[in-house]
């Protein structure tokens, strides 16, 4: 195929502004595939940040990153995204290259534990500071569970307000596609 899934179109967005030596946030880890790239990404000198509420999901991303040697410059912390501020060192601020989110519940886990509109929102506020000029924030918006539309429309409302002489907003989806997932990308100017 040639048009990308919605995953590896966050991996190319992502790629454009990401070097070696660069600082990533994770902001929901679940298995560690976005962890793993961010970190490859960035290199042994750069700095990954990950943030999962469920213990499982910290577990299978810690497993994935040590079995591709990439656990070194990766610091995992067992609690939800929208605590970023409270756990981020305050120097982090705009000098973050990229925030990624795949919001929904953690595959093959419990698809009971998914994110929640408040806390997401909250978690895309501190995304953005984070953010350096230039940096870009991807948020994959899953619809097809219970309160995933609300979700995937809050957070499409609340990036469609962005200031445009700040943000840049793109919004990406296969329109063909039920309740297919949708990507977001908000670039920091």
């Known amino acids: 195929m040639i048009l990308p899934s919605i995953l590896q179109s966050a991996h190319q967005w992502a790629a454009k502004v990401l070097v070696p030596g660069g600082i990533a946030i994770d902001a929901t880890v ?52 929208h605590q970023m501020q409270e756990k981020l060192p305050e120097q982090l601020g705009g ?25 997401t929102l909250k978690a895309l506020e501190a995304a953005i500071y984070y953010l350096m000029p230039g940096g870009l924030c991807t948020v994959a918006l899953y619809t097809g569970h219970p309160g995933g539309q609300t979700e995937s429309d809050q957070v499409i409302r609340w990036a469609s307000s962005l200031p445009s002489r700040h943000y840049q907003v793109m919004w990406q989806q296969f329109v063909n596609r039920h309740q297919a997932p949708s990507l977001l990308i908000i670039e920091k100017r």
């Open 95 to 119: 000098n973050v290259h990229v925030v990624m989110f795949n919001l929904g519940y953690l595959p093959r886990g419990n698809h009971q534990l998914v994110t929640k509109p408040d806390t």
């Open 30 to 81: 679940g298995n560690g595939h976005d962890t793993l790239f961010l970190a490859q990404q960035t290199g042994p000198d750069g700095q990954v940040f990950g943030f999962d509420i469920q213990k499982q999901a910290i577990d299978n991303t810690y497993k994935r990153l040590v079995h591709n040697n990439q656990h070194h410059q990766v610091k995992l912390f067992h609690c939800s995204h």
